[in-house]
């Protein structure tokens, strides 16, 4: 059997592909980022790129020892005499905040408004919505502390989705309180966790050394009915006075702007240097357990990577997960249609002009040639399945009179053009009438 692509990844293919669904077209997929462009870039976020690799410090600080996403998902990349290798990013923050810091860009207008689009990569179980290769939407914002950039921030993830044209999205908005907040609710979970070790997974044994809000994460359906069973208090009960007025102002002006959202207090991030607001959005679609995306604030990140304090907030949607959720709600992303002019020739000896022809169109529109003579008939109806507007047919006649015969295939009109003027029928002849000499009209 031919070579097969990795399992965990999908190909984004051409429209017109056997097979095709949404989550693996590639128009598909520049509709999402294109969508999310428009909306980011108007509320004034730049676009940037970092690598897909980077040091595995970065990872490992930027994502939290302590995380699955360190400890069993992370891809390593060597070459031939490398010794330490690098990591195959499993999400965009910290490359973001990496890059913040080591190119001076605190020196731009502050808060900062970043966004990019790209692969992430985890070595994770596959399944529907659970890939090894999947692509993000990412914005970061860099310099705020103030409640009003969080609320931006899930009202830009909320137009994002709104553009998109899904209505079944559910915003889950919890905080998770400064450090001393953290630690104190820690404290408690260690306690009453503490006197049920021997119930917990292993996974969860450890993290109750490491990390017990980790636990109130965890996958294990064991672990999830000794939560329920011990009726655990959520994070919020234990919010001091700042965070919780932060809290309440970003619920403030969400309300203020009629987006809807519910409070859910089993939203945490467990890393250190998570701090207050978090989120997640979710569709049926998708999985209960699965979010269509999610965010947080991240005042301690810079510091954690060895920079100075700043303050940031950043939020990702899955691009396939997006798709997941358009198809179940039956949207559709138009194809990127066909050619404006299809150029073919008659004879062997008029291929390249028609080429020619094709070549110079494409200074105003797209266009496409045939690459060898073909008879009219076939001319037509291969233009018609590359679903070209206008069919140019180059034999002696128009090649010695120095004209294209031009024929509209929605209209059936035939035009006949002077060689020269072809930009300026190509720039009209979405806008009929003509005003050149029809034949056959
Ligand atoms: P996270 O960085 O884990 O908060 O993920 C942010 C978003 O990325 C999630 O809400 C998903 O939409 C998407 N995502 C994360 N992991 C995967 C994966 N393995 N496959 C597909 N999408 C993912």
Same mark, same amino acid.
């Given at each position: 059997?031919? %070579?097969?692509?990795?399992?965990?990844?999908?190909?984004?293919?051409?429209?017109?592909?056997?097979?095709?669904?949404?989550?693996?077209?590639?128009? /598909?997929? *520049?509709?999402?980022?294109?969508?999310?462009?428009?909306?980011?870039?108007?509320?004034? /976020?730049?676009?940037?790129?970092?690598?897909?690799?980077?040091?595995?410090?970065?990872?490992?600080?930027?994502?939290?020892?302590?995380?699955?996403?360190?400890?069993?998902?992370?891809?390593?990349?060597?070459?031939?005499?490398?010794?330490?290798?690098?990591?195959?990013?499993?999400?965009?923050?910290?490359?973001?905040?990496? /890059?913040? #810091? *080591?190119? =001076?860009?605190?020196?731009?207008?502050?808060?900062?408004?970043?966004?990019?689009?790209?692969?992430?990569?985890?070595?994770?179980?596959?399944?529907?919505?659970?890939?090894?290769?999947?692509?993000?939407?990412?914005?970061?914002?860099?310099?705020?502390? !103030? +409640?009003?950039?969080?609320?931006?921030?899930?009202?830009?993830?909320?137009?994002?989705?709104?553009?998109?044209?899904?209505?079944?999205?559910?915003?889950?908005?919890?905080?998770?309180?400064?450090? /001393?907040?953290?630690?104190?609710?820690?404290?408690?979970?260690?306690?009453?966790?503490?006197?049920?070790?021997?119930?917990?997974?292993?996974?969860?044994?450890?993290?109750?050394?490491?990390?017990?809000?980790?636990?109130? @994460?965890?996958?294990?359906?064991? @672990?999830?009915?000794?939560?329920?069973?011990?009726?655990?208090?959520?994070?919020? !009960?234990? #919010? =001091? !006075?700042?965070?919780?007025?932060?809290?309440?102002?970003?619920?403030?002006?969400?309300?203020?702007?009629?987006?809807?959202? @519910?409070?859910?207090?089993?939203?945490?991030?467990?890393?250190?240097?998570?701090?207050?607001?978090?989120?997640?959005?979710?569709?049926?679609?998708?999985?209960?357990?699965?979010?269509?995306?999610?965010?947080?604030?991240?005042?301690?990140?810079?510091?954690?990577?060895?920079?100075?304090?700043?303050?940031?907030?950043?939020?990702?949607?899955?691009?396939?997960?997006?798709?997941?959720?358009?198809?179940?709600?039956?949207? !559709?992303?138009?194809?990127?249609?066909? +050619?404006?002019?299809?150029?073919?020739?008659?004879? @062997?000896?008029?291929? =390249?002009?028609?080429?020619?022809?094709?070549?110079?169109?494409?200074?105003?529109?797209?266009?496409?040639?045939?690459?060898?003579?073909?008879? +009219? =008939?076939?001319?037509?109806?291969?233009?018609?399945?590359?679903?070209?507007?206008?069919?140019?047919?180059?034999?002696?006649?128009?090649?010695?009179?120095?004209?294209?015969? %031009?024929?509209?295939?929605?209209?059936?009109?035939?035009?006949?053009?002077?060689?020269?003027?072809?930009?300026?029928?190509?720039?009209?002849?979405?806008?009929?009438?003509?005003?050149?000499?029809?034949?056959?009209?």
């Amino acid at each position: 059997m031919a %070579i097969q692509r990795p399992k965990g990844t999908q190909d984004h293919l051409p429209d017109g592909s056997p097979k095709l669904s949404l989550d693996t077209r590639a128009v /598909a997929f *520049q509709h999402v980022q294109d969508t999310a462009r428009r909306v980011l870039e108007r509320a004034g /976020a730049q676009f940037l790129n970092t690598p897909v690799f980077e040091d595995p410090d970065l990872v490992k600080r930027g994502v939290g020892g302590s995380t699955d996403i360190v400890r069993k998902e992370m891809f390593t990349v060597y070459y031939f005499g490398d010794h330490g290798g690098f990591i195959l990013r499993p999400e965009g923050t910290a490359g973001i905040v990496r /890059a913040y #810091l *080591q190119n =001076g860009l605190k020196q731009l207008p502050s808060p900062l408004k970043l966004w990019t689009h790209g692969p992430m990569f985890r070595a994770e179980n596959v399944q529907k919505g659970r890939l090894r290769q999947f692509h993000q939407v990412d914005y970061e914002v860099l310099g705020s502390t !103030d +409640p009003l950039v969080d609320a931006e921030a899930i009202s830009l993830m909320v137009d994002v989705v709104a553009a998109l044209g899904l209505t079944g999205v559910r915003v889950k908005l919890g905080s998770i309180g400064d450090p /001393a907040d953290r630690d104190a609710y820690n404290a408690y979970l260690r306690e009453l966790f503490g006197a049920h070790v021997e119930r917990l997974s292993d996974d969860s044994k450890e993290r109750l050394e490491r990390n017990p809000m980790r636990i109130l @994460d965890s996958k294990s359906a064991g @672990d999830q009915a000794l939560i329920a069973e011990l009726g655990v208090r959520p994070m919020l !009960d234990f #919010l =001091g !006075d700042e965070a919780r007025a932060h809290f309440q102002a970003v619920q403030a002006y969400l309300t203020a702007w009629g987006v809807a959202y @519910d409070i859910d207090p089993s939203i945490v991030r467990g890393l250190d240097y998570y701090r207050r607001t978090a989120w997640e959005l979710h569709h049926e679609g998708v999985g209960a357990k699965s979010a269509l995306g999610g965010g947080g604030r991240y005042d301690g990140l810079a510091e954690q990577l060895g920079g100075p304090l700043v303050p940031g907030i950043g939020w990702a949607f899955g691009i396939e997960r997006l798709l997941i959720a358009m198809d179940a709600e039956g949207l !559709d992303v138009p194809g990127q249609g066909g +050619p404006l002019l299809y150029v073919a020739a008659l004879d @062997d000896v008029y291929v =390249g002009h028609a080429a020619t022809v094709a070549m110079k169109a494409r200074q105003v529109a797209r266009a496409e040639f045939a690459y060898r003579a073909v008879k +009219p =008939g076939n001319a037509f109806r291969d233009a018609e399945r590359r679903g070209a507007q206008l069919v140019a047919l180059i034999g002696s006649d128009e090649v010695a009179r120095g004209v294209l015969s %031009i024929k509209n295939l929605s209209t059936g009109v035939q035009s006949v053009v002077p060689a020269g003027d072809l930009h300026t029928f190509l720039a009209e002849a979405t806008v009929p009438p003509s005003t050149y000499v029809q034949e056959n009209a």
